[in-house]
């Protein structure tokens, strides 16, 4: 079971530069989400999709881009990467969403560094 | 709006010790309520959850149970382990607003041998 896949891991980009993080799963969930996690901050939602061509902002959207062609596939797409970027970020999806107690599943994470 | 306000750390306990992180909350409506676990270099991974007031949730020996008249949801846990290191969070997640968690700002457990 693949559950959420996040690539890649790890990654130093240089201030101004752009790349995607890339997010899959393969559990047939509607709700997927991108969060941000900082020391001290707990994790912040940065977008969301509610289907596929479906996506709204989170808390945190500026900087960021996102779409979703596939129920699978939700991609966090940086524009101009800027020091302030650097965090790690977290995939996570959901079949009904967690309003009810079913489970959110999180990636294990793609640690960015922007120098 | 929501919000989650959790135990500051770092936590040190010794092994086999008694384990508190405490955790309240504010939200609309009636929020369901999860404890995740992040182990060094890992995701998160769901520890434990309650729907409702007065459910328990256990799991690996942790438990918190939903108390809505002090809106809190403390982690106990009675003999830690070295293995349960980790970071923990405390979130919700309210009926208005289905897909997305709010946490906490995260609690450090360092268990010492």
């Known amino acids: 079971n693949a559950g959420v896949t996040q690539t890649p891991k790890f990654q130093v980009l240089k201030t101004g530069q752009s790349m995607t993080l890339q997010c899959a799963q393969d559990?047939?969930?509607?709700?997927m989400s991108w969060y941000r996690q900082d020391p001290g901050m707990g994790l912040r939602l940065i977008h969301y999709?509610?289907?596929?061509?479906?996506?709204d902002q989170g808390e945190v959207p500026n900087g960021y881009n996102v779409s979703r062609s596939t129920t699978e596939d939700f991609p966090l797409r940086l524009l101009s990467a800027a020091p302030s970027q650097t965090s790690v970020y977290f995939c996570?999806?959901?079949?009904?969403?967690?309003?009810?107690?079913?489970?959110?599943?999180f990636g294990e994470g793609s640690w960015l560094t922007v120098v | 709006g929501n919000s989650v306000t959790q135990m500051e750390g770092p936590v040190t306990l010794s092994e086999e010790a008694f384990l508190t992180i405490n955790c309240t909350y504010t939200?609309?409506?009636?929020?369901?309520l999860f404890w995740y676990v992040q182990y060094p270099g890992e995701g998160l991974q769901l520890l434990l959850k309650?729907?409702?007031?007065?459910d328990k949730g256990s799991n690996k020996g942790f438990e918190a149970t939903y108390r809505k008249e002090t809106t809190s949801f403390h982690l106990e846990k009675g003999s830690v382990q070295v293995s349960d290191s980790a970071v923990y969070f405390c979130?919700?997640?309210?009926?208005?607003?289905?897909?997305?968690?709010?946490f906490g700002k995260g609690t450090l457990l360092t268990v010492n041998p």
């Open positions: 996570a999806s959901t079949k009904d969403g967690a309003g009810a107690g079913n489970t959110i599943y």
């Open positions: 559990m047939n969930h509607e709700y």
């Open positions: 999709s509610v289907g596929a061509g479906i996506t």
């Open positions: 939200a609309t409506g009636y929020p369901s």
């Open positions: 309650a729907t409702k007031a007065d």
């Open positions: 979130a919700l997640c309210s009926g208005g607003s289905n897909y997305k968690l709010t």
